[in-house]
């Protein structure tokens, strides 16, 4: 089974839509979420670190579901620049070295 | 300034050179990784430094050679590559604090 799993879309949306990924994960004691972001052709960029008790910046919204095993992120008013991959990212510990990787979610928004 | 870079930006190399990439931040982050991403895949991780000590290596073929210098730099110097060496290698460093990993930008290797 693996370690983080996504579902890799593509999401087609509108401009102006909500749009809500999910990722699991499968090691019940992992301690550090995170969502990125990556352009094509681009580096991953740190969109948001998911926190217990979920946090929100501006459009976006993460959550972390530790009973079910799995953290989402919703965006809303989807804009044209927000067509990305989104990688869901796992870590087992706050001090560790080692790091999970969804396949990524893709992500068109369309005018 | 969470910022890495990395160089070069793009890489063209035949299957008996030898080149080095270079990575570099200054947040006192004190842990480096070398990651290789393939189009439409996550990146894969090929090694980690901690503390300029090698904590992880994935089993990665020896035409890939590791080093880090000092906290704020990290090299890779390829040997040898295959064609299917060819990708995106990113580095990145990892602030303990947070627990969080900066990317940089990525070198775009091809092996011909």
């Known amino acids: 089974r693996k370690e983080v799993e996504q579902d890799p879309g593509p999401f087609n949306v509108p401009e102006g839509a909500t749009v809500a990924f999910n990722c699991t994960y499968s090691n019940s004691a992992s301690q550090s979420f995170f969502w990125y972001r990556q352009d094509c052709r681009k580096e991953p960029k740190l969109l948001m670190s998911v926190y217990s008790s979920g946090n929100e910046d501006g459009r976006f919204t993460a959550q972390l579901n530790r009973a079910s095993q799995y953290i989402s992120l919703l965006i809303r008013d989807s804009k044209l620049s927000d067509s990305a991959t989104y990688l869901c990212v796992v870590s087992p510990s706050n001090t560790g070295n080692q790091f999970y990787f969804g396949t990524g979610t893709s992500l068109t928004v369309i005018p | 300034d969470t910022e890495v870079t990395q160089t070069p930006k793009h890489l063209v190399m035949g299957m008996t050179n030898k080149k080095s990439l270079k990575c570099e931040q200054h947040m006192g982050h004190r842990a480096m990784y070398w990651y290789k991403q393939k189009a439409k895949k996550p990146p894969e991780l090929m090694f980690v430094?901690?503390?300029?000590?090698?904590?992880i290596n994935e089993s990665v073929p020896s035409r890939f050679s590791p080093e880090c210098p000092n906290s704020s730099l990290l090299n890779l110097h390829l040997h040898a590559l295959q064609p299917e060496d060819s990708a995106l290698y990113l580095c990145a460093s990892q602030d303990y604090s947070y627990n969080e990993q900066f990317f940089g930008p990525g070198t775009r290797l091809t092996v011909l």
């Open positions: 430094y901690s503390y300029e000590k090698l904590s």
